[in-house]
């Protein structure tokens, strides 16, 4: 068993406490079926339920009696639990039957027309950049967050640059200037273009990395293009080895 005290307030003497229970026979690994006692007001009332729960499993149980997983409430009066709802059997139980509506069965036949017209799920697409892409786990987890990230990431790509480069400058600049503006990458004053323009300046070694990242700078506080900043800054390298 175990206490989920979800409303404390002790300097006004108030207490409300949910305690969950299930029992299992000696030499057995897995526990039974879990009930939930709720709003429990006192410690004597915690331990006078549990009490009651643990010998009421017990005794179904050797009965061999089914149980279901409900909610509960303690009867003080009384002295014993009494139901206030049934829980559906799923392991995280969160749903409940609706009384006003009616089963809705959907046929395989309509399943599989909407399978075939799904995107990639976000484990597909995590997937996906690790093994066709080369990305490590951080960096396909992370561009893969939301559906927002996942578009700009695969726009930026659209333009012909190599993925990591991509997945560097959007995972470490582009979302860390975004995060201390306070903003979404839907509101990035860098279209994905702007992205792929400057790593296809350092590829072609026009600018360095660092020259990169200033004009990144620049272009992100001031929304400006990357190829007019770097045309108009004259920050471009030379490689030619005879100049």
Same mark, same amino acid.
């Given at each position: 068993s175990w206490l989920d005290v979800s409303n404390c307030d002790m300097e006004k003497g108030e207490l409300r406490v949910d305690v969950n229970v299930s029992v299992r026979p000696k030499g057995q690994e897995k526990f039974g079926t879990r009930m939930e006692i709720k709003n429990l007001n006192s410690f004597k009332a915690v331990k006078d339920a549990l009490t009651y729960e643990i010998n009421r499993q017990i005794a179904a149980v050797k009965a061999e009696q089914p149980l279901h997983q409900q909610t509960m409430l303690w009867d003080e009066v009384k002295g014993e639990t $009494?139901?206030?709802r049934s829980k559906e059997t799923a392991q995280e139980y969160r749903y409940f039957p609706e009384p006003d509506l009616k089963?809705? *069965?959907i046929s395989e036949e /309509?399943? /599989?027309? %909407?399978? $075939?017209t799904m995107p990639m799920l976000p484990s597909q697409k995590r997937e996906y950049f690790e093994k066709e892409l080369g990305l490590g &786990?951080?960096?396909a987890t992370l561009l893969t967050k939301s559906r927002q990230i996942t578009e700009y990431f695969e726009k930026v790509l659209s333009f012909n %640059?190599?993925?990591k480069q991509a997945s560097n400058w959007i995972g470490t600049d582009l979302l860390g200037a975004l995060n201390a503006a306070g903003k979404e990458i839907e509101d990035s004053p860098l279209a994905p273009k702007e992205i792929a323009d400057l790593i296809?300046?350092?590829? /072609? @070694? +026009? *600018? &360095? *990395? +660092?020259? @990169?990242r200033e004009i990144f700078t620049k272009a992100f506080n001031e929304n400006k293009k990357i190829a007019d900043l770097v045309k108009s800054l004259g920050q471009t390298q030379i490689n030619d080895e005879a100049q």
């Open positions: $009494k139901v206030m089963p809705l *069965i /309509e399943i /599989e027309k %909407v399978r $075939k &786990s951080y960096d %640059v190599p993925a296809k300046f350092i590829q /072609e @070694g +026009k *600018i &360095s *990395i +660092k020259m @990169g």
